[in-house]
Protein backbone atom coordinates (compact mmCIF):
# COMPACT_ATOMS: atom_id res chain seq x y z
CA UNK A 1 0.00 0.00 0.00
CA UNK A 2 1.55 3.34 -0.78
CA UNK A 3 1.82 5.96 1.63
CA UNK A 4 2.92 8.67 -0.96
CA UNK A 5 1.50 8.90 -3.85
CA UNK A 6 2.41 11.10 -7.23
CA UNK A 7 -0.15 10.11 -9.16
CA UNK A 8 0.88 12.16 -12.36
CA UNK A 9 3.96 10.29 -13.97
CA UNK A 10 4.88 12.94 -16.46
CA UNK A 11 3.79 16.76 -16.76
CA UNK A 12 4.65 18.69 -20.07
CA UNK A 13 4.86 22.87 -19.20
CA UNK A 14 6.11 25.96 -21.17
CA UNK A 15 9.00 27.30 -20.22
CA UNK A 16 8.47 30.52 -18.37
CA UNK A 17 5.17 29.44 -17.43
CA UNK A 18 4.32 27.70 -13.71
CA UNK A 19 5.00 23.89 -12.89
CA UNK A 20 2.63 22.58 -10.26
CA UNK A 21 3.34 19.01 -8.94
CA UNK A 22 1.76 16.93 -6.59
CA UNK A 23 1.71 14.72 -4.25
CA UNK A 24 -0.67 12.96 -1.66
CA UNK A 25 0.14 10.80 1.50
CA UNK A 26 -2.01 9.12 4.26
CA UNK A 27 0.45 8.86 6.92
CA UNK A 28 -0.47 11.39 9.44
CA UNK A 29 2.58 10.49 11.54
CA UNK A 30 4.39 11.94 8.97
CA UNK A 31 6.48 15.09 10.22
CA UNK A 32 8.53 16.32 7.52
CA UNK A 33 7.68 16.54 3.75
CA UNK A 34 10.45 16.79 1.26
CA UNK A 35 10.97 17.34 -2.55
CA UNK A 36 14.14 15.65 -4.75
CA UNK A 37 14.90 16.57 -8.37
CA UNK A 38 16.64 14.00 -10.34
CA UNK A 39 18.45 13.74 -13.41
CA UNK A 40 19.00 10.33 -15.60
CA UNK A 41 22.61 8.26 -14.19
CA UNK A 42 22.27 10.84 -11.26
CA UNK A 43 21.74 10.30 -7.67
CA UNK A 44 18.17 12.73 -6.35
CA UNK A 45 19.40 16.14 -5.28
CA UNK A 46 17.43 17.88 -2.56
CA UNK A 47 15.45 20.47 -3.61
CA UNK A 48 13.12 21.89 -0.89
CA UNK A 49 11.33 20.70 2.16
CA UNK A 50 8.21 21.72 4.65
CA UNK A 51 7.80 20.51 8.79
CA UNK A 52 3.88 19.83 9.55
CA UNK A 53 4.22 22.54 11.22
CA UNK A 54 4.01 24.38 8.29
CA UNK A 55 1.93 25.07 5.26
CA UNK A 56 4.22 26.77 3.00
CA UNK A 57 8.18 27.33 2.45
CA UNK A 58 9.79 29.14 -0.44
CA UNK A 59 12.71 28.86 -2.23
CA UNK A 60 13.94 31.01 -4.84
CA UNK A 61 11.75 29.74 -7.76
CA UNK A 62 10.50 26.83 -6.08
CA UNK A 63 7.75 26.96 -3.04
CA UNK A 64 6.13 23.58 -1.32
CA UNK A 65 2.67 23.93 0.47
CA UNK A 66 1.12 21.63 2.70
CA UNK A 67 -2.61 21.01 3.24
CA UNK A 68 -2.32 18.55 6.39
CA UNK A 69 -6.38 18.37 6.29
CA UNK A 70 -5.83 17.16 2.94
CA UNK A 71 -2.61 15.04 3.04
CA UNK A 72 -1.76 16.84 -0.18
CA UNK A 73 1.36 18.73 -0.55
CA UNK A 74 2.14 20.33 -4.30
CA UNK A 75 5.58 21.95 -5.56
CA UNK A 76 5.40 24.68 -7.90
CA UNK A 77 8.42 26.17 -10.00
CA UNK A 78 8.07 29.85 -11.50
CA UNK A 79 8.89 30.40 -13.62
CA UNK A 80 9.84 26.58 -15.44
CA UNK A 81 13.01 26.43 -17.19
CA UNK A 82 14.39 24.08 -19.43
CA UNK A 83 17.20 22.83 -17.37
CA UNK A 84 13.98 22.08 -14.38
CA UNK A 85 13.02 19.47 -16.96
CA UNK A 86 13.84 15.99 -14.61
CA UNK A 87 12.08 13.60 -12.43
CA UNK A 88 10.58 15.02 -9.36
CA UNK A 89 10.24 12.66 -6.12
CA UNK A 90 8.05 13.72 -3.18
CA UNK A 91 9.44 11.85 0.22
CA UNK A 92 7.87 11.78 3.31
CA UNK A 93 9.64 10.89 7.30
CA UNK A 94 7.45 9.97 10.23
CA UNK A 95 8.16 11.71 13.24
CA UNK A 96 11.36 12.80 14.49
CA UNK A 97 10.84 15.52 16.79
CA UNK A 98 10.17 13.10 19.28
CA UNK A 99 13.55 11.34 18.80
CA UNK A 100 12.82 8.82 16.53
CA UNK A 101 14.94 8.27 13.44
CA UNK A 102 14.56 9.97 10.27
CA UNK A 103 15.94 6.86 8.33
CA UNK A 104 12.55 5.41 6.43
CA UNK A 105 12.29 8.19 4.05
CA UNK A 106 8.70 7.12 1.89
CA UNK A 107 9.34 8.22 -1.69
CA UNK A 108 6.55 8.63 -4.18
CA UNK A 109 6.92 6.51 -7.76
CA UNK A 110 8.12 10.34 -8.82
CA UNK A 111 6.66 12.60 -12.12
CA UNK A 112 8.60 13.50 -14.84
CA UNK A 113 8.32 16.95 -15.75
CA UNK A 114 9.72 18.25 -19.09
CA UNK A 115 9.91 22.05 -19.75
CA UNK A 116 9.60 23.05 -23.43
CA UNK A 117 11.48 25.68 -24.77
CA UNK B 1 28.18 17.08 -6.38
CA UNK B 2 26.55 15.80 -3.02
CA UNK B 3 29.66 14.88 -1.49
CA UNK B 4 28.45 11.39 -1.02
CA UNK B 5 30.35 8.52 -3.16
CA UNK B 6 29.48 4.63 -4.45
CA UNK B 7 31.53 2.38 -5.85
CA UNK B 8 31.30 0.86 -8.28
CA UNK B 9 29.12 2.49 -11.00
CA UNK B 10 27.61 -0.92 -12.47
CA UNK B 11 27.61 -4.07 -11.38
CA UNK B 12 27.20 -7.13 -13.51
CA UNK B 13 26.57 -10.35 -12.36
CA UNK B 14 25.02 -13.82 -12.57
CA UNK B 15 21.95 -15.24 -10.51
CA UNK B 16 22.86 -16.88 -7.26
CA UNK B 17 26.19 -14.57 -6.86
CA UNK B 18 27.17 -11.94 -3.97
CA UNK B 19 28.11 -8.59 -4.78
CA UNK B 20 28.98 -5.82 -2.25
CA UNK B 21 28.14 -2.12 -2.77
CA UNK B 22 30.07 0.40 -0.72
CA UNK B 23 29.44 4.38 -0.57
CA UNK B 24 30.78 6.70 1.63
CA UNK B 25 29.43 9.17 3.18
CA UNK B 26 29.57 13.33 3.62
CA UNK B 27 32.47 14.14 5.55
CA UNK B 28 31.03 14.71 9.09
CA UNK B 29 27.83 12.92 8.43
CA UNK B 30 27.12 9.77 10.56
CA UNK B 31 24.25 8.59 9.16
CA UNK B 32 24.60 6.21 6.01
CA UNK B 33 21.42 4.68 4.57
CA UNK B 34 20.36 2.66 1.93
CA UNK B 35 17.35 2.59 -1.12
CA UNK B 36 16.76 0.55 -3.86
CA UNK B 37 15.03 1.70 -6.85
CA UNK B 38 13.46 -0.68 -9.35
CA UNK B 39 11.77 -0.37 -12.17
CA UNK B 40 9.14 2.40 -12.50
CA UNK B 41 9.61 2.16 -8.59
CA UNK B 42 10.44 5.35 -6.26
CA UNK B 43 13.23 4.34 -3.95
CA UNK B 44 12.38 2.18 -1.36
CA UNK B 45 14.28 2.71 1.99
CA UNK B 46 16.34 -0.74 2.82
CA UNK B 47 18.50 -0.07 5.90
CA UNK B 48 20.18 3.23 7.92
CA UNK B 49 23.24 2.67 9.71
CA UNK B 50 24.41 5.67 12.58
CA UNK B 51 28.01 5.91 13.62
CA UNK B 52 28.70 2.21 13.03
CA UNK B 53 25.62 0.81 14.72
CA UNK B 54 22.06 -0.16 12.73
CA UNK B 55 19.47 2.53 12.84
CA UNK B 56 16.12 1.53 11.28
CA UNK B 57 15.09 -1.03 8.64
CA UNK B 58 12.98 -1.12 5.89
CA UNK B 59 11.88 -3.83 3.30
CA UNK B 60 15.30 -5.21 3.43
CA UNK B 61 15.47 -8.71 2.33
CA UNK B 62 17.10 -11.56 4.45
CA UNK B 63 19.80 -11.90 1.33
CA UNK B 64 20.88 -8.61 1.87
CA UNK B 65 22.90 -7.31 4.82
CA UNK B 66 24.98 -4.03 5.60
CA UNK B 67 27.25 -2.65 7.57
CA UNK B 68 29.31 0.87 8.84
CA UNK B 69 32.59 0.99 9.36
CA UNK B 70 35.05 2.90 11.80
CA UNK B 71 35.59 5.47 9.17
CA UNK B 72 31.96 5.28 8.73
CA UNK B 73 31.55 4.00 5.03
CA UNK B 74 29.22 1.62 4.37
CA UNK B 75 28.67 -1.82 2.52
CA UNK B 76 25.35 -3.64 1.71
CA UNK B 77 26.23 -6.97 0.78
CA UNK B 78 23.51 -8.79 -1.54
CA UNK B 79 23.65 -12.83 -1.62
CA UNK B 80 22.13 -15.37 -3.76
CA UNK B 81 21.36 -12.80 -6.58
CA UNK B 82 17.93 -13.18 -8.30
CA UNK B 83 17.11 -11.44 -11.09
CA UNK B 84 14.68 -8.73 -9.56
CA UNK B 85 17.28 -7.63 -7.42
CA UNK B 86 18.39 -6.00 -10.57
CA UNK B 87 17.72 -1.76 -9.59
CA UNK B 88 19.65 1.29 -9.01
CA UNK B 89 20.68 0.88 -5.66
CA UNK B 90 21.35 4.54 -3.84
CA UNK B 91 22.98 5.24 -0.60
CA UNK B 92 22.72 8.58 1.44
CA UNK B 93 24.23 10.54 4.36
CA UNK B 94 23.04 12.94 6.60
CA UNK B 95 24.31 14.53 10.18
CA UNK B 96 21.17 12.81 11.84
CA UNK B 97 20.74 15.13 14.90
CA UNK B 98 18.36 14.20 17.40
CA UNK B 99 14.93 15.38 17.57
CA UNK B 100 15.55 17.42 14.22
CA UNK B 101 15.52 17.35 10.27
CA UNK B 102 18.75 16.52 8.50
CA UNK B 103 18.65 16.54 5.08
CA UNK B 104 19.77 13.11 3.25
CA UNK B 105 22.36 13.97 0.73
CA UNK B 106 22.48 10.64 -1.89
CA UNK B 107 24.92 9.42 -4.06
CA UNK B 108 25.09 8.58 -7.48
CA UNK B 109 23.95 5.08 -7.07
CA UNK B 110 24.86 1.83 -8.20
CA UNK B 111 22.98 0.01 -11.12
CA UNK B 112 23.55 -4.22 -10.34
CA UNK B 113 22.09 -6.15 -13.57
CA UNK B 114 21.67 -9.70 -12.78
CA UNK B 115 21.76 -11.82 -15.68
Known amino acids: DQQVKQNSPSLSVQEGRISILNCDYTNSMFDYFLWYKKYPAEGPTFLIS?????DKNEDGRFTVFLNKSAKHLSLHIVPSQPGDSAVYFCAASPRVRYGGSQGNLIFGKGTKLSVKP | DSGVTQTPKHLITATGQRVTLRCSPR?????VYWYQQSLDQGLQFLIQ???????AKGNILERFSAQQFPDLHSELNLSSLELGDSALYFC??????????????FGPGTRLTVL
Open chain 2, 92 to 105: ASSVETSGRWDTQY
Open chain 2, 49 to 55: YYNGEER
Open chain 2, 27 to 31: SGDLS
Open chain 1, 50 to 54: ISSIK
